[in-house]
């Protein structure tokens, strides 16, 4: 009886992961809106920066619980290792850009840390590609949410790299965190053991 009880109470930490993985695919809807206007923006458009840092900061949060759900999720029920080290790069670059992002608010100028977010996004977005082609080795399908989420990752990573397509690059994210809220809420309808 207890084991059922341990069984339970995982199932909802990966549901609510879920739910938290779509809720940082919400959040990116302002920062995708507001960044189209970031190169017009005056100085007074601090405001506006600093509500963008914010929603930012708190994706990160979000993002590194629902990774470590994932690598758990991986690693209990798939018994796949492979994205560990990649997950663990991750929740680190995460966990950085949220502290540079709240010292923005707080201590520093906002524009003088933009920099040192980019090069952070940038090498997050090249950790990212290479965790979702490993990615690519795990034999589950995750129901049937693999191949698309793997690829979606993919696509927005390398197109947010690129100045031109950063928008685009967005936009598949979110999707890309809707399929990671998906696999994990389904978690909770396939039996732990296959």
Sequence with gaps: MSTNKAVSTGVRLYTLAGWLAILQAVILVPKV???????IMSPSGTGILQLITGFQVVGELVGIYVLFMFRRLLN?????????SMINILIVCYAASALIG????????????????MILYFLTSLVTIVFAIRLLKLESNLSGLLKPYVY???????????????QVGSL???VSLILLGMILIRAEAEPEYL
């Design 76 to 84: 209990e029920r798939h018994s796949f290792y492979k994205v560990d």
């Design 33 to 39: 809106g507001f960044d189209l206007f970031v190169d």
């Design 102 to 117: 709240v010292a923005g608010l707080t201590l520093i100028p906002l524009h003088d840390i933009m920099f040192a977010r």
């Design 172 to 174: 598949i994210s979110m």
């Design 152 to 166: 979606c990752t993919i696509a927005g990573r390398v197109c947010a790299v690129t100045i031109v397509l950063g």
